[in-house]
């Protein structure tokens, strides 16, 4: 039965003869359960793994049972599945991924550097209940939209003018490790006259030397993530645009700004900055952020231990400015329709298999705490939202030891920066945020492990952790 012979059989046997035309098609939209599910996550957060693995288990999901915590895989009741992804204006490049994941020796995928998308179609038995009118099989279509983690600090510079950019970005530059970095950058920005007349020589140097600096910050042994713009560090289909040349005045701003000569450096940073927020920025959040029903957020903890107290504090600051980008509230149906909401959020932590199974709790709590401010907000908002422990993908096997009598809980998998097979206790996950004596006794160093061979044929429960429970939260009460 097609959507629009199922929406008259329900007006009739609810008594109603006629609906006007803009609210026809809003309801026929909602009937045909399309949602677009919004997998954000910083730089190297794992949103390409986390969009093959699940698209993958998906896929399969009308054969196997690897998804044994998602109730319609638990039931049977997926009858079919189809990739769409070639209908995508940028097909994400689902078989190139899995290729990389199943060779031997496997390796995890590149960085993202452009914005791709699977499209899914999982047909599916309804459970009882009004539902039927709509028919005893609906089809669910799913979007997964993958881009560089790098663009999507970008999004709040919309709500900011340069001024204020500049005024945001200048505390930042007065802390470790920025400060000493941008040492000789600040001296010489001190020395310039910002609303005189400047060369355009004079100009690309300073936008350039700005780039230079953002690439070091993003590095290892800082690993820094709010870094703006983001397109300076992967610009995708803009590398060598005039749109990139731009940068945020971190010395004392000047003061008459509008008497500045039009050809003066504050004049062409201002007009460089409202350009890329107008021609780089706001297309991309209109096209794409502003559509989305559901949100996961990924965020590698776990890195931020590593790396230490200016990483930590640099990661909880850039997802709780980004988390202001998205537009919250109650996804009712009237308000589904016609005014889309992110509804419901699922925080996950990934790399759960880079601790012990006796420490995902701890992970649980510990994402908890770094994003107590933006969930707290989003319970005003009467917002769902969890927090969740997973790995896409399973890299690592449970092993044991026993230290002075004791058993203690290991992991087995290869390093992956050499490929060495290596058993070892991982380390505990706090359940409280760091104090300052926390991060200068080298306790946090969690091992980075390799990719374990993902197999061409059926899959199962073991080769990842929570991403049936991740499904399940996601869109389990869509396919009822």
């Known amino acids: 039965m097609s959507i629009s012979k199922r929406l008259q059989t329900l007006m009739e046997r609810s008594g109603i003869r006629e609906l006007p035309a803009h609210l026809k098609s809003g309801v026929e939209r909602g009937l045909e359960q399309r949602i677009k599910l919004a997998v954000t996550g910083l730089s190297r957060s794992g949103k390409t793994v986390f969009i093959s693995a699940l698209a993958r288990h998906l896929l399969q999901s009308d054969q196997d049972r690897s998804l044994p915590f998602f109730t319609p895989v638990a039931e049977g009741r997926i009858t079919a599945t189809r990739n769409l992804s070639h209908q995508a204006p940028a097909p994400f490049p689902l078989t190139e991924t899995l290729a990389g994941l199943q060779a031997s020796p496997p390796h995890w995928p590149d960085s993202t550097d452009a914005l791709s998308e699977v499209r899914l179609a999982l047909r599916y038995r309804r459970t009882s209940g009004l539902t039927r009118v709509l028919g005893e099989e609906s089809t669910l279509y799913l979007d997964l939209i993958d881009y560089p983690g790098e663009w999507l600090l970008d999004l709040p510079m919309l709500s900011m003018s340069f001024k204020q950019w500049c005024q945001q970005q200048q505390p930042l530059f007065e802390q470790a490790p920025r400060a000493q970095l941008a040492r000789e950058w600040r001296d010489r920005q001190q020395q310039i006259d910002w609303l005189v007349p400047a060369s355009d020589t004079e100009f690309s140097h300073l936008c350039a030397e700005y780039r230079t600096l953002?690439?070091?910050?993003?590095?290892?042994?800082?690993?820094?993530?709010?870094?703006?713009?983001?397109?300076?560090?992967?610009?995708?289909?803009?590398?060598n645009s005039p749109l990139l040349n731009l940068c945020p005045i971190i010395t004392a701003l000047p003061q008459a700004t509008e008497t500045a000569d039009p050809d003066s450096l504050y004049a062409r940073l201002e007009r460089a900055y409202t350009a890329y927020c107008d021609q780089v920025i706001r297309p991309f959040y209109q096209d794409h952020f502003r559509h989305f029903d559901r949100q996961i957020v990924l965020v590698d903890c776990l890195k931020t231990l590593n790396h230490g107290e200016a990483c930590f504090n640099d990661m909880q600051l850039a997802l709780n400015s980004l988390l202001h980008s998205f537009e919250y509230g109650r996804s009712s149906l009237l308000r589904r329709l016609f005014k889309p909401k992110i509804g419901k959020?699922?925080?996950?932590?990934?790399?759960?298999?880079?601790?012990?199974?006796?420490?995902?709790?701890?992970?649980?709590?510990?994402?908890?705490l770094m994003i107590d401010d933006a969930r707290?907000?989003?319970?005003?908002?009467?917002?769902?939202?969890?927090?969740?422990?997973?790995?896409?993908?399973?890299?690592?096997?449970?092993?044991e030891a026993k230290l002075d009598g004791q058993h203690l809980s290991c992991l087995r998998g290869l390093r992956k920066d050499n490929g060495e097979e290596i058993a070892l206790f991982p380390g505990e996950v706090p359940v409280a945020l760091p104090r300052p004596q926390d991060w200068n006794s080298d306790r946090f160093r969690f091992v980075d492990f390799a990719p374990r061979p993902l197999p061409a044929g059926p899959l199962h429960p073991e080769h990842h952790i929570r991403l049936d429970q991740a499904a399940e939260y996601l869109l389990g009460d869509l396919l009822r």
């Open 345 to 368: 959020v699922l925080f996950a932590a990934t790399k759960a298999d880079h601790v012990t199974a006796n420490q995902h709790h701890n992970l649980d709590c510990f994402l908890q």
């Open 376 to 399: 707290r907000e989003m319970r005003f908002e009467q917002v769902d939202t969890r927090c969740l422990a997973l790995s896409s993908l399973r890299s690592t096997t449970a092993a």
């Open 214 to 239: 953002l690439q070091q910050l993003r590095k290892p042994p800082y690993s820094l993530s709010l870094l703006q713009p983001g397109r300076l560090l992967m610009p995708g289909d803009l590398a």
